[in-house]
């Protein structure tokens, strides 16, 4: 199937030089798409052994970083 996408285009409604026109229902479409991928994209990116490590590590940091508990006097 050809991509009728059109990324990353000027979606201002006019003739193209090979005389089809753009609807505004497809550049619709083709916005959804284009953040579909984009989500997508970002999906793959945190699903990475280092993206997943980050909650671990910042409670390392935490935990090395802490004041220890003051001693209460009696």
Partial sequence: MKDMRHRNANWAITLHSNGQTVSFEGAQLAVLMDIRDELQALNRLLNCHNALDIPRILRQI?????????????
């Fill in 62 to 74: 935490r935990a090395n970083t802490s004041k220890p508990k003051r001693k209460v006097k009696t």
